[in-house]
């Protein structure tokens, strides 16, 4: 099981369905950084493909005005991201 | 469990440094060790004395620099990405015959032989990047 991080939203760049096409069945996924900007882009596969394994980072969605656009169930905060990489055994980062 | 952060981004520049300073102290809140954070590419501007940022503002240097205070984070700098952007020790300025230098302790410039190291010896190696 990998953890995938992508710190750059689909509508500005490959990193996200790159990270997406390379995805096995166990593979985790947390948005970070500009790539939160992706809740603004309901057409992006992810959310069809892979929604219950994709996270949302909390602090970057707060600070971009975000955070009520995305469910309680799907926000990570750092804790929990640090939680995350300790569970995966390894952890990709897309940019 | 060991971990490791590598940080490509520069500060004031990308959000790199900040998620990566950010996820440090998370991974020490939750009783992991931290060995180092290795910096990289734009990330080794995080390592100079001179950045001055306004008052008001979190300078990141000095943050780093109280993980390895506090935590004893080892704090490693590529050598050659230091170099080619003007970031010098004060080895390296007398090697080259400079008459300043901006890179001290805790901050340690080393080589890539050392991310090798880190990679292999810890389990986790998570890469904050621009």
Redesign the interface.
């Known amino acids: 099981m990998l953890l995938h991080?992508v710190?750059r939203a689909p509508q500005f760049g490959e990193a996200a369905s790159q990270a997406l096409r390379v995805m096995g069945p166990e593979d985790k996924l947390v948005l970070?950084?500009?790539a939160v900007i992706a809740v603004l882009d309901q057409a992006w596969q992810g959310w069809t493909l892979a929604a219950e394994r994709i996270f949302v980072m909390e602090?970057?969605l707060e600070a971009r005005g975000l955070l009520a656009l995305v469910a309680p169930e799907q926000r990570v905060n750092?804790?929990t991201?640090?939680?995350l990489?300790?569970c995966c055994q390894?952890?990709i980062?897309w940019? | 469990m060991r971990y490791a952060l590598l940080v490509m981004g520069a500060p004031y520049v990308s959000q790199a440094p900040h998620s990566a300073l950010r996820f440090a102290h998370a991974v020490i809140g939750q009783g992991y060790d931290l060995e180092s954070v290795f910096f990289y590419h734009e990330g080794v501007h995080n390592a100079s004395s001179l950045v001055t940022p306004a008052q008001g503002t979190t300078c990141l240097r000095s943050a780093w620099k109280a993980l390895h205070q506090q935590y004893n984070v080892n704090l490693d700098v590529c050598i050659a990405a230091a170099l080619r952007r003007g970031l010098v020790d004060l080895a390296e300025a007398n090697r080259h015959g400079y008459s300043a230098y901006n890179v001290e302790p805790p901050f340690e410039l080393t080589g890539l032989g050392q991310l090798i190291a880190l990679q292999q010896r810890c389990d986790r190696l998570i890469t904050f990047a621009p």
């Open positions: 991080i710190n970070i950084e500009d602090e970057d750092v804790n991201f640090v939680k990489s300790a390894q952890a980062s940019h």
